[in-house]
């Protein structure tokens, strides 16, 4: 189950990719925007603020994010739905995911998809982290295959969840679409105590934590707080966490 407080501990970090994504989508005015993944909304209102006159919706698989997202009393529609089921009524001007697709192992078919159901000229707007080869990811890795864990979370780990950045452009590139895609390495400088561990309690560990009673858990996360610490070494002005993230703007 999605945690919308531990997910909103680093809110500022995580909504800086969503603004630089939405920021290279050159829709002018457009008549119904999407956002796919919505998570706890926060993020969906700005689009509203982005295209005042557009019908904005927002869907998201977890309950409690779109809990959470209906309590913000935004014009923004928000609906539980799944990103690999989820059908449109009528051709969309403009789809945004912000950080979704990593969870869906069949993404580059629900891009193909997203992409049908653009109305002509529109745009879809992706972003999907890239540091799945980062000491962060490959602790959690070793640590689920060691012989403490391999038992109940060797199944779990997701090994390479996204595509690359040219396998993105080839795969949109299609039909006349313009596509624009980068990568950003954004080096975030966290603070407290194993700070690490919080940003990835809140994304990374969840399927994980999900799969552990509380006494396992709190094992869990004290056995790779420990290795995170090594890969992360605190500094004097704070922890500094790479974080490689994929962008892809897509114009049909």
Same mark, same amino acid.
């Given at each position: 189950?999605?945690?919308?407080?531990?997910?909103?501990?680093?809110?500022?970090?995580? /909504?800086?990719?969503?603004?630089?994504?939405?920021?290279?989508?050159?829709?002018?005015?457009?008549?119904?925007?999407?956002?796919?993944?919505?998570?706890?909304?926060?993020?969906?209102? &700005?689009?509203?603020?982005?295209?005042?006159?557009?019908?904005? &919706?927002?869907?998201?698989? /977890?309950?409690?994010?779109?809990?959470?997202?209906?309590?913000?009393?935004?014009?923004?529609?928000?609906?539980?739905?799944?990103?690999?089921?989820?059908?449109?009524?009528?051709?969309?001007?403009?789809?945004? /995911?912000?950080?979704?697709? $990593?969870?869906?192992?069949?993404?580059?078919?629900?891009?193909?998809?997203?992409?049908?159901?653009?109305?002509?000229?529109?745009?879809?707007?992706?972003?999907?982290?890239?540091?799945?080869?980062?000491?962060?990811?490959?602790?959690?890795? &070793?640590?689920?295959?060691?012989?403490?864990?391999?038992?109940?979370?060797?199944?779990?780990?997701?090994?390479?969840?996204?595509?690359?950045?040219?396998?993105?452009?080839?795969?949109?590139? %299609?039909?006349?679409? $313009?596509?624009?895609?980068?990568?950003?390495?954004?080096?975030?400088?966290? %603070?407290?105590?194993? @700070?690490?561990?919080?940003?990835?309690?809140?994304?990374?560990?969840? @399927?994980?934590?999900?799969?552990?009673? @509380?006494?396992?858990?709190?094992?869990?996360? %004290?056995?790779?707080?420990?290795?995170?610490?090594?890969?992360?070494?605190?500094? /004097?002005?704070?922890?500094?966490?790479?974080?490689?993230?994929?962008?892809?703007?897509? %114009?049909?």
């Amino acid at each position: 189950m999605w945690d919308p407080v531990t997910y909103a501990v680093f809110a500022d970090e995580r /909504s800086r990719p969503f603004v630089e994504l939405v920021s290279r989508v050159g829709a002018v005015d457009p008549d119904y925007v999407v956002d796919a993944g919505c998570g706890s909304g926060d993020l969906t209102v &700005e689009l509203a603020h982005r295209w005042p006159n557009a019908t904005i &919706e927002g869907f998201d698989a /977890s309950p409690a994010m779109i809990t959470k997202a209906r309590a913000l009393g935004s014009k923004v529609r928000f609906a539980v739905a799944d990103v690999t089921t989820w059908r449109p009524d009528r051709p969309v001007d403009v789809i945004v /995911s912000n950080a979704v697709l $990593q969870w869906v192992p069949e993404n580059r078919a629900v891009l193909e998809h997203w992409m049908e159901e653009l109305a002509p000229g529109g745009w879809l707007a992706f972003q999907v982290p890239g540091n799945f080869e980062a000491p962060s990811h490959v602790a959690i890795r &070793e640590l689920c295959a060691s012989r403490a864990w391999s038992d109940k979370l060797s199944d779990v780990v997701r090994i390479h969840p996204v595509a690359d950045t040219l396998e993105y452009v080839d795969l949109l590139n %299609q039909g006349g679409s $313009q596509v624009d895609a980068w990568e950003t390495t954004y080096v975030h400088v966290l %603070q407290g105590e194993d @700070p690490v561990l919080k940003w990835v309690s809140g994304t990374a560990l969840r @399927p994980i934590l999900d799969r552990l009673g @509380p006494e396992e858990q709190r094992r869990f996360k %004290q056995d790779l707080g420990r290795l995170l610490a090594e890969a992360y070494p605190a500094k /004097s002005y704070g922890t500094p966490f790479p974080f490689r993230r994929i962008f892809v703007v897509a %114009q049909k």
